[in-house]
T-cell receptor, first 115, second 115 residues
Framework: DVKVTQSSRYLVKRTGEKVFLECVQD?????MFWYRQDPGLGLRLIYF???????EKGDIPEGYSVSREKKERFSLILESASTNQTSMYLC??????????????FGEGSWLTVV | DQQVKQNSPSLSVQEGRISILNCDYT??????FLWYKKYPAEGPTFLIS?????DKNEDGRFTVFLNKSAKHLSLHIVPSQPGDSAVYFC??????????????FGKGTKLSVKP
């Protein structure tokens, strides 16, 4: 079974703090993604990475950055957390190749509250 | 502009009856469609998918129907069970056309199955 692990399930951070959300997958997947989920807005793509050291902006990259130094790990960084970044963050991964046909697998999510 | 639309935010169904969740899309380049199920405080899990070369795919109690001319797909759950109560996300991707195969998600439909 594919395992996507998000290291922190629940975090509370102060406005202006730097926040790191870590994600590790164990299936040697090339592609990794960060989404956020908000009520009524569904899943919105923040950043994605096709392979190590590669990154692409998604639909809502403002206020975020990412790092992919190793194939299995994809980190989401909030340089200066703000209250409107309070959300559930979901990491996902996918095998490259038949891009439109490959299922993406999600982690359990990280609930971030910025106060 | 929403490319994948789930116009019903919620649906309530009696146990044992059929649940029908609907999804519309606007991008004619989409050629692969997926349904994900999400329980509160968990990540989405893959449920069922369909390629644009088919009009139906069935997996146990779950069937997805695709009507390409109407740009519409639906998920049927028969019979519905209380454990099916969750948020269901429709997603679509295009093998070609600039989105690099990334999944575009709808906003979700919350299904409640009453005993």
């Amino acid at each position: 079974d594919v395992k996507v692990t998000q290291s922190s399930r629940y975090l509370v951070k102060r406005t202006g703090e730097k926040v790191f959300l870590e994600c590790v997958q164990d299936m040697d997947h090339e592609n990794m993604f960060w989404y956020r989920q908000d009520p009524g807005l569904g899943l919105r793509l923040i950043y994605f990475s096709y392979d190590v050291k590669m990154k692409e902006k998604g639909d809502i990259p403002e206020g975020y950055s990412v790092s992919r130094e190793k194939k299995e790990r994809f980190s989401l960084i909030l340089e200066s957390a703000s209250t409107n970044q309070t959300s559930m963050y979901l990491c996902a991964s996918r095998k490259a190749g038949n891009l439109a046909g490959n299922t993406i697998y999600f982690g359990e999510g990280s609930w971030l509250t910025v106060v | 502009d929403q490319q994948v639309k789930q116009n019903s935010p919620s649906l309530s169904v009696q146990e044992g009856r059929i649940s029908i969740l609907n999804c519309d899309y606007t991008n004619s380049m989409f050629d692969y469609f997926l349904w994900y199920k999400k329980y509160p405080a968990e990540g989405p899990t893959f449920l069922i998918s369909i390629s644009s070369i088919k009009d139906k795919n069935e997996d146990g109690r779950f069937t997805v129907f695709l009507n390409k001319s109407a740009k519409h797909l639906s998920l049927h759950i028969v019979p519905s069970q209380p454990g099916d109560s969750a948020v269901y996300f429709c997603a679509a991707s295009a093998r070609y056309g600039g989105s690099q195969g990334n999944l575009i998600f709808g906003k979700g439909t919350k299904l409640s199955v009453k005993p």
